[in-house]
């Protein structure tokens, strides 16, 4: 699954991050969270990357280890700069890094503590243009008035204080924040998933129209399956660490290929009160990514597993044109989409 010929924004490869377990007066290292475990997945330019999966799987850990706000264990992550040339951010110098991170931006989960309630709209979403040395002055306060009419703000409004703005006006400041430097590429790390479904709506629509407008390219994190599958032009799949699939969002709905996907489908609402949602309930606890089982992280849950999966991890393979899981019986199994109640 190597994306270094075609056209990318951002590829990652063999991403690993691993958190020290330690115990004891000298605080020794007894073992690792394996909270990031050999992920591969790129982004095409102008493309919604969708990342689910179940709560403490490590999609946040992911997203903030691509923009290197975490330093990964090891693995590499290739960016296409402004001028074309692929660079792998991990082996960055700190100042060439700082130059690359205008490409590279965040929009935090929690539109409350993502603000600094000291700070003016104003300073809030100038900030990363004078960090930068980009403007200043006058061409500063009307490039954050631009901005704040870009996300649907009245600019009449920059010497208000966060605590002025409701939810979905707080995000929406952090949106304009992270466009200030003009980025190409954008990691959403739960955006949505703090304000009301109404708002949310807002947000999404907001979000598309200036990607297209921009050109931007998104990672979207989320464990909400009805705002992947809107907002997403393919999707990839995480358990314990572990990318399991990834396909078109159309396919990865109408037919999963890993056992695990299928199971997180079926939890998806229904919007129909006169069907019955038919809910797969897997056995068993999440696997602890201190001490995964071995062979595949997925069987002590799965109801296909057989005996090559406790013994032997399964590979990522593709199982159909841009379709990959990394299940030992991808493509065997007859399993369920979203579309089937």
């Not at 002055?137 to 920059?158: C, F, I, T």
């Not at 703005?165 to 929406?172: I, Y």
């Not at 068993?284 to 005996?307: I, K, L, M, T």
Request: glycine content about 8%; aromatic content about 8%; proline content about 5%.
């Amino acid at each position: 699954m190597n994306a270094i010929q075609e056209e990318f924004v951002l590829e990652v490869q063999s991403m690993k991050k691993y958190f020290a377990i330690k115990k004891g007066f000298l605080q020794k290292t007894v073992g690792y969270v394996k909270a990031v475990d050999d992920v591969h997945f790129y982004i095409r330019p102008g493309e919604t990357f969708g990342l689910v999966g179940e709560s403490g799987c490590g999609k946040t850990t992911l997203g903030r280890c691509t923009l290197r706000a975490i330093e990964p264990s090891s693995g590499s992550v290739l960016f296409r700069d402004r001028q074309g040339s692929v660079r792998d951010v991990l082996k960055m110098e700190t100042s060439d890094l700082r130059a690359i991170r205008r490409d590279m931006q965040l929009i935090f989960q929690d539109p409350y503590s993502s603000l600094n309630p000291r700070m003016t709209v104003l300073n809030i979403i100038a900030e990363p243009l004078v960090c930068n040395g980009l403007l200043s002055g006058q061409a500063l306060v009307d490039r954050v008035k631009q901005l704040m009419e870009l996300v649907g703000l009245n600019s009449r409004h920059l010497e208000r204080y966060p605590h002025a703005f409701s939810g979905g006006q707080r995000q929406r400041i952090g949106i304009a924040r992270a466009l200030a430097t003009d980025p190409k590429f954008i990691v959403c790390d739960e955006a949505v998933s703090a304000l009301d479904v109404s708002v949310q709506a807002q947000i999404i629509n907001l979000l598309q129209d200036l990607q297209e407008k921009l050109h931007l390219s998104y990672l979207f994190i989320s464990h909400d399956l009805g705002v992947i599958q809107h907002i997403s032009n393919r999707v990839g799949v995480m358990y314990v660490g572990k990318m399991v699939e990834t396909a078109s969002t159309k396919d990865l709905f109408a037919s999963p290929k890993h056992p695990y996907t299928e199971a997180l489908l079926s939890a998806k609402p229904i919007p129909d009160p006169r069907k019955k949602s038919n809910r797969i309930i897997l056995s068993g606890e999440v696997a602890n990514p201190a001490n995964p089982p071995s062979g595949c992280y997925f069987h002590p849950r799965c109801p296909y597993a057989q005996d090559v999966c406790r013994k032997e991890a399964p590979e990522m393979k593709q199982v159909a044109e841009g379709h990959y899981a990394a299940c030992h019986f991808a493509g065997e199994l007859e399993l369920r989409g979203a579309s089937v109640s």
